[in-house]
T-cell receptor, first 114, second 110 residues
Framework: NAGVTQTPKFQVLKTGQSMTLQCAQD?????MSWYRQDPGMGLRLIHY???????DQGEVPNGYNVSRSTTEDFPLRLLSAAPSQTSVYFC?????????????FGDGTRLSIL | GIQVEQSPPDLILQEGANSTLRCNFS?????LQWFHQNPWGQLINLFY???GTKQNGRLSATTVATERYSLLYISSSQTTDSGVYFC????????????FGKGTKLTVNP
């Protein structure tokens, strides 16, 4: 029963490098989303998806791209990493069956940009 | 947008003590969750509680939606309860965004 799986758990990049953070869920959830957490703060929404082929921007989308080709996967891409993107990234998913449902979070990816 | 305020920001307890954490929100919500972020950074779902009262072992939560607040009770605290507790809400008719409070940092000393 894997739930939401994020890879990698840790990553160090140099400024200007590109990278894809992976997120997969095995619960057949329609909604998936990416958050970032900065020191002393709660999580902020980057991008989200309400189903395969549909994505939308959240609160802090600049510098990130997403796509949703399958129900299970929702990768987050950094095209040209900047030090301001140093953060902990969380992926989440939830079901829309039977009305409102809680969000389930992965264990996070700690990303450092030098 | 909706505002979520948590109090207190920091709390230090001796093992065995009880505590109450509070979450106030500024608009009607259809989703309220409490999370525990452990020292390893993992977000643990504690409660999904848009209204009413729930209990899970030593933890319980109450949300009074009409008065726009939620309370998390921790009884007989243990050192493993240490970490940051977050309240997060999603507004009625709003987007998929969960809005998080800034959290309550709990330290339980042996």
């Amino acid at each position: 029963n894997a739930g939401v799986t994020q890879t990698p758990k840790f990553q160090v990049l140099k400024t200007g490098q590109s990278m894809t953070l992976q997120c997969a869920q095995d619960m057949n959830h329609e909604y998936m989303s990416w958050y970032r957490q900065d020191p002393g703060m709660g999580l902020r929404l980057i991008h989200y998806s309400v189903g395969a082929g549909i994505t939308d921007q959240g609160e802090v989308p600049n510098g990130y791209n997403v796509s949703r080709s399958t129900t299970e996967d929702f990768p987050l891409r950094l095209l040209s990493a900047a030090p301001s993107q140093t953060s902990v990234y969380f992926c989440a998913s939830r079901s829309t069956v039977s009305g409102n449902q809680p969000q389930h979070f992965g264990d996070g990816t700690r990303l450092s940009i030098l | 947008g909706i505002q979520v305020e948590q109090s207190p920001p920091d709390l230090i307890l001796q093992e065995g003590a009880n505590s109450t954490l509070r979450c106030n929100f500024s608009d009607s919500v259809n989703n309220l969750q409490w999370f525990h972020q452990n020292p390893w950074g993992q977000l643990i779902n504690l409660f999904y509680i848009p209204s009413g009262t729930k209990q899970n072992g030593r933890l319980s939560a109450t949300t009074v939606a009409t008065e726009r607040y939620s309370l998390l009770y921790i009884s007989s605290s243990q050192t493993t309860d240490s970490g940051v507790y977050f309240c997060a809400v999603r507004t009625q008719g709003g987007s998929e965004k969960l809005v998080f409070g800034k959290g309550t940092k709990l330290t339980v000393n042996p």
